[in-house]
């Protein structure tokens, strides 16, 4: 069981930046690609950015590349979401998950409402 708690999320203007970070429970956070998805309301939860297990490969969803950053430190167990030029269409609640293999696990979420 890994448990996984996101931290960071509020509220920005556009235009602003935010930086969410996911702490993992397990020293053996290393061995598991991260990911960050985000759900808004009325809308299924989707994929925003991914990382693999040593941080050499990263993933991101069209509509935030080159705005958003991942990364993650395995000595510190994190993973760190830095999102930048935030627009009004990033507002949603922010999920940290992490995978290997057939097993997953989901973070509660953290709310990036982004709005003047």
């Known amino acids: 069981q890994v448990q996984l708690v996101e931290s960071g999320g509020g509220l920005v203007q556009p235009g602003g930046s935010l930086r969410l970070s996911c702490a993992a429970s397990r020293s053996i956070f290393s061995i598991y690609a991260m990911g960050w998805y985000r759900q808004a309301p009325g809308k299924e939860r989707g994929l925003v950015a991914t990382i693999s297990s040593a941080g050499g490969s990263t993933n991101y969803a069209d509509s935030v590349k080159g705005r958003f950053t991942i990364s993650r430190d395995n000595a510190k167990n994190t993973v760190t979401l830095q999102m930048n030029s935030l627009k009004p269409e990033d507002t949603a609640v922010y999920y940290c998950?992490?995978?290997?293999?057939?097993?997953?696990?989901w973070g509660q979420g953290t709310q990036v409402t982004v709005s003047s």
């Open positions: 998950k992490a995978v290997r293999g057939k097993y997953n696990y």
